[in-house]
Structures are given as structure tokens and as C-alpha cells.
């Protein structure tokens, strides 16, 4: 089991200008993100990890092939050690809480900043309640350790048993060049869905049960009923991410039933292409809509869902959902990120001028400042 890197388009090290002509200095950001380097898993994360090339932030990914096994979680903290030694980054983000967020902070005591996206601090009923509240768990562990923390929305914030004074609400931010409108009869054309033919579209992913499926084909099957001849789309996880935005142009509307969500992507990409969205009351899609026509928050009920549908589908137009996107552009957000690791460092290099080491305590005499202290017998440790 071998670490996966990825090599990224960064700036050199040493310094830039930004936009404006300022002078600044390259950051360097190790991100650890639960899955492999292939596939749609955590593809906001990878995402995020490229367009921070923008703001002069020089990342690696390190990417955790097992959060389950014991053994596997060994094997993976030790390599995560050696990678922090090799890259010698400012500063480790970790892309989620539970295992991924608690390993980074463990294997380190260099600035950790925490992303949670929501599974990770909300209950999943479906992985089984030990694993859930030992994830949860985890996370509040990760969450006392980091310098600063990024939620995806206010509502996780609340979930955080302590440092809600180190949070930074922030949405993920949106390719606007790739998720962008595009004709209709072009999508469907390259997909070979007829022209005239209603389709709802539902991203599954790998979690139907979460997303609740169930509901969705039900609602399809009201909307059916009431008249309205409808198709439901599903994407289950293995589409291509780069054909995303080619469906969401192919679609007459998005539907999400899910019993819990974070912030979910599909739905600022979707309101990047244009797409109608029905939802139920869920994560931030609520605050996301604001605003947004046609779209509709509605119950979670079949009924209520069926009808709606059928209400947004007879009326076969865009959104204007793109305009209120325009501030959630990944180059926004990751000059946002870009003022949080500067925040970090910036307390880091205050916190060693002022002798203490990475947990706010004064060092042993002797004991390089930033070292974690060990108990007697047992050594000193390099800080990685």
C-alpha cells in the first residue's frame, strides 16, 4: 500500500504577486483526503487542492487508502509522517473530520486547519450508530487540535463541542468554466436523450439509502401520475466527474430528497449550468436558493415532491441560479483559504516568539519550542 501524490501545477517556492501586484509568499499546503487519487470520491477536495495553484499555494495531496482498518490506519500514520518530513509543508489541511481529520493532527505538531463537509459531524443512521458516534467523536478530537477550522456551513459550527471561535464558514468554491450553461438539445444530443423527453435528475453517489432514492423514484412516480411523463436520471458515483456538467445541461431539473447533507456540490454546480432545483429542506439548500427561480424547498413528502416537480417541468426553462454563484468561484474561495493559512502562520510564528510550544505550554529547558513533550524515559521526538 503505497502513498499517492499528485503532482501539482504550483508556483515555484519563494515569492509571487498576486493579482493586484503584491508581493507575496508561497504557502505550502499538505492536504490528506480519505479515498485514491482515480475516481469521484472526494472530487471537491481534489478540485480545491488545483485551484489553490491561483493563490500562490504550493499543495500536495496525500490521500489515505483506509479509514476502517486498524492495521491499515497504522501503516498510513507512519507514512503520513514520512511524507510531512519530505514535503515540509507550513501548514497540513485535512479534507475531513473522523479518521482523516484526528491521523493529521496526530502525525504532526505543525498548524493543522480542518475542513468538516458534514457526515462527519451530523448522524449517518446508515454506517450503524457505533461508527457514527465514533467518527463524530473523532472529529471533536481533530477539532480541539486544529489552529483554525472550515465548515461548510453554520450549522455544523454548532455541532462543534469547542474552538467555534477558530471556525470560518465557507462554501466550497465552483469551476464557473466548467460548470457553465450550455444548449440543451447540444447535451442531450452528445448523451442520445431525446429532445422532447422530461428528465429529473438525482445524484445517488455511492450512498443511495442517505441520498433517499426511495422518495425520489416515488416522487417521479406522483409526478407520473399526475399527468406529467417524466424520467429519473440517477448517477450512482461512477460517472466520469468531467461529464457532470454535460448532464446537468441535459436535465430539466434536480431533485434532492437526502435525510442529511452538509453543503452539497450538486447543488452550486447545478445552479452554475442554470438547472431547476427541487428540494427538501436539507444542509444550506435552503440558503442557496434564496433567490433562485424556478427552484422550490418543499417537504419531504412524496405528494408534496410530485407535484412540485410537475409545476417546475411544465414551465421548461433555466434558472438564474448562476448569478449567485458568481461569488463562490473556486478563485474567490481559494483566496479565502489563502487568508486563513496566512491567519495560522501569522499565530504560529507569534505563539514560538513567545516560547510556547504547538499546545500553547512553555517548553521543557532544552526543549525545542514546537516539540510535543514526551514523558521521561522516553525520548525526544523531531518535530514533523
Not at 52 to 66: E, G, M, N
Not at 156 to 164: A, F
Not at 303 to 309: D, F
Request: aromatic share 6%; glycine share 8%; charged share 25%.
Amino acid at each position: 500500500m503505497a502513498i499517492v501524490k499528485m503532482a501539482m501545477p504550483t508556483p515555484d517556492a519563494g515569492v509571487c504577486t498576486n493579482q493586484d501586484g503584491e508581493a507575496r509568499s508561497v504557502i505550502r499546503s499538505l492536504h490528506v483526503i480519505a479515498g485514491s487519487l482515480h475516481g469521484s470520491s472526494m472530487i471537491f477536495a481534489k478540485r480545491q487542492a488545483t485551484s489553490l495553484r491561483y493563490a500562490d499555494v504550493a499543495v500536495h495531496q496525500f490521500f489515505l487508502r483506509s479509514r476502517t482498518s486498524p492495521v491499515c490506519v497504522v501503516q498510513e500514520f507512519f507514512r503520513l509522517r514520512r511524507e510531512i518530513r519530505d514535503f515540509k509543508p507550513e501548514i497540513i489541511h485535512a479534507q475531513y473530520g473522523t479518521v482523516t481529520g484526528l491521523l493529521s493532527g496526530l502525525a504532526t505538531t505543525r498548524p493543522l486547519v480542518v475542513t468538516f463537509r458534514g457526515s462527519d459531524l451530523n448522524p449517518i443512521a446508515t454506517v450503524g450508530r457505533f461508527r457514527s458516534v465514533l467518527g463524530r467523536f473523532f472529529s471533536q478530537l481533530a477539532a480541539l487540535r486544529a489552529s483554525q477550522i472550515i465548515c461548510v456551513t453554520s450549522a455544523l459550527k454548532d455541532r462543534l463541542w469547542w474552538r467555534r471561535d477558530r471556525v470560518t464558514v465557507l462554501w466550497g468554491g465552483i469551476d464557473m468554466a466548467l460548470f457553465c450553461p450550455r444548449p440543451q438539445r447540444e447535451a442531450r444530443a452528445q448523451l442520445g436523450w431525446p429532445v422532447s423527453e422530461k428528465v429529473v435528475l438525482f445524484n445517488a453517489g455511492r450512498s443511495p439509502e442517505i441520498k433517499r432514492l426511495d422518495i425520489a423514484q416515488a416522487a417521479i412516480e406522483e409526478a407520473n401520475r399526475l399527468g406529467c411523463a417524466v424520467r429519473l436520471e440517477v448517477l450512482n458515483g461512477s460517472t466520469d466527474p468531467s461529464e457532470i456538467p454535460l448532464y446537468l445541461n441535459a436535465a430539466d431539473c434536480l431533485l434532492i430528497t437526502s435525510d442529511s447533507e452538509g453543503s452539497p456540490y450538486i447543488v452550486k454546480e447545478a445552479l452554475s449550468c442554470e438547472l431547476p432545483i427541487v428540494s427538501v429542506d436539507v444542509g444550506d439548500v435552503a440558503e442557496t436558493l434564496a433567490g433562485v427561480s424556478p427552484s422550490r424547498i418543499v417537504p419531504r413528502e412524496v405528494r408534496a415532491l410530485g407535484s412540485t416537480l410537475v409545476g417546475i417541468l411544465s414551465q421548461r426553462c433555466r434558472s438564474n441560479g448562476r448569478a449567485a454563484m458568481q461569488e463562490f468561484s473556486e478563485a474567490k474561495t481559494s483566496e479565502k483559504i489563502r487568508s486563513i493559512y496566512e491567519r495560522v502562520l501569522s499565530s504560529d510564528r507569534a505563539t514560538k516568539r513567545r516560547g510556547l510550544d504547538a499546545f500553547g505550554e512553555k517548553p521543557e529547558p532544552g526543549q525545542a519550542c514546537g516539540r510535543r513533550r514526551l514523558p521521561t524515559g522516553e525520548g525526544k521526538r523531531a518535530h514533523t
